[in-house]
């Protein structure tokens, strides 16, 4: 009989809920378990098995100068490596802190002098090793966590749409908040995955799976305009659990530079 | 054994990342040293400056196993800051999405994390090989909880629907009531939950805490209550940064928080137990019976029974929740109405592990201008390691291995959430370019 393929699940800056994603597969936990082996998954188990692991999935980006290695290795023994969620993909939340002035990108600081490192940057993992596939979302949804799973057991490319959220709430039905209410909503330039979730509680999207693939930021920032939204307002909505993905980090300097250098409303 | 030494780099079944070392001078316990080294995230500082409206949705991605403890937290600071109390429906709506939280994080650690070490079993996967039937129990209690959050929160992890003033969408009766149906199941797969727990073999350690939690004139506390111990301490949320003191500690990267003005270290216990011993009056009658007849008194002080009380608390959330959905009527409007106005707000609610403090300061136009947010893990720190002192201490003869395994089982006893202990640091980056320091948060 063939060996059951191996998966790890790696943990950087994070707080847990993308693995915790794996355990919240409560109908599928244990056949899952009986199909591939568990090899490496800390929050779960204190066995571990050796690499090299057919598949690792890492959660979390990389914030401290050990980290910067420790990637490199778990890269070493991983076959594929996926990871999962907003920080391992874009950073997270705690990349905020590569807007702040004078700094160095990647220069290494100290907090309180040989206690706590810390870089000055977080980065996702793709800045410092290859990545097979980025899943998106603060959280990750776990349908689509077990749709890769699947897709790399069969050795195929996952499934994963990469349109807006619209599409989404077109899917489901749900009336645009947009539209209908006038409520801001960044589900146009929104990669889709959580199923249009914000505009079924009659809330705006708030960008959790990071851009769609075309994003158009500035007409949709001029709409939010339109619809009442302070220019700061702006710079903050893009400046969240994605705020680093590039086609977010390029609008929200654009608004900071508006709040800086304010223009006439048309 | 002389100068024997244990030493733990990756703790297993706990979230987070932490180590332990223990070092021996001859037959004595020398140095204890739990190293929470989950790489610090800075939210205090990146909470600076953002509306405060967003502080429920932010600070949600401190934890992604009590995300709605924070939101809780989060909005009652808010809502006290402005003078405003969220009564009625929408009061019992946070509630019943709190009886949620407990219910899936409890099943999580006592199924998963917790009872692979009362077995032998290195994970709860191993352990359904010869219990399948147990940890498709325990699954499918986190799944009834999950439904319960995700109904209300509309997902079960950094739920969307939560919001300073109520919520953006309130569910119909009708929506509830499937539900219900649910958690009749699940109140008896947490009552076989406190039978299963209550016969696993238990070390001999009771221990004298000062036990902390909140205490409410009539419910078992999730949102609201002074902060109470077993020490005496009776106070609002407004006082509890001239009652705690917060330290850093050179080993770790989550602050270590005392009592003041204690004979003592000034360690404190937050969680279950402490909620148990504090309110255990205060649960249903269901809840107590079965705390009864699973033989604990009225306060349980071997934290390694916290398995048991645990479950008796799930019974508890079951029970609750079925109450509240009983009773529930939809209120007029999903939110109040709220107008920031420059103030500082502070409050307390349970996390499933324990009391959670947060404070904001905001100015005129809803901005926040400083954060302070104390989780339970930081609190429960120096018990732990008390606890590992004591325990070790006593238990010399025991092998290297059996004693590094009930190190870590001493350890899960407190359910430690190492990525909620980690993120309170204030990062400040020097005008030089380059140099940065981190140094306590705004609690002295």
Redesign the interface.
Known sequence: MARSPKLAVW???????????L??C??E??AL?GRIE?AYF??????VVKGPYDLSLVE?SI??PE?VDRIRRVRRVSKRLVTIGACATAG???A??NF?????FL?I????P???S?L?A?TPIAAHVKVDFELRG??IDKRQLLEVITAFLYGRHPQTPAHSVCLECKRRGAVCVMVAKGTPCLGPVTHAG?GA??P????GC?G?FGPMESPNTASLSGQWRKLGAGQD?LV?VFR??NAWADAFQAESRTQEARVKNPEPRE | MADKTIKID????????GALSITMKGDRVDQVRLRLY?????FE??LRG??CF?AP??TA?????C?VAYQMSAVHAIERAFGVRVEGPLRDLRRLLYCGEWLESHA?HVY?LHAPDFLGY?????M?REH?ET??RG??L??AA?DLITLLG?????P??V?VGGF??VPSRAELQPLAERLRWARDAALETVRWTAAFPFPDFEQDYEFVALRHPDEYPFNEGRVASSGGLNIDADDFEQTVIEE?V??S?ALHARLRDRAGSGAYFVGPMARYHLNGDRLSPLAREAARAAGLDASCRNPFKSIIVRSVEMVYACDEALRLIEDYEPPEA?ALQIRPVAATGAACTEAPRGLLYHRYRVDGDGRITEANIVPPTSQNQMMIEEDLRRFVQQHLRLSKEALTRRC?QAIRNYDP?I?CATHF?T?E???????????EGGCV
């Open positions: 943990k950087f800056a994070s707080c847990d809920g993308c693995q915790l994603s355990l919240d409560e109908d936990l244990l378990a568990i800390l929050e779960a188990s204190r066995a979390g914030s401290t980290d997270g939340i705690q905020l802190r702040q002035d004078n700094k160095e220069s600081v100290y907090a309180t040989d206690t706590i810390a000055a977080s603060c959280p959580c979730l914000c079924a509680h009659d809330r708030y959790c307002e903050r969240n659990f | 990756a703790l297993a079944r706990v979230e987070g990342e989950d790489p610090p995230r800075f500082s990146i953002r509306h967003e949705d932010i991605r401190i934890c992604g196993i995300p999580l998963l290195e994970s709860a996967i191993e359904a399948r940890v498709e699954l499918q986190k799944k999950n509309g997902r079960a992890i950094h969307i629907n919001r953006y969408r850093q050179p080993y990267n999903p870590e959430c990525s640091l990062l980056i020097g005008s030089g370019g380059g140099t940065t320091t981190a140094k």
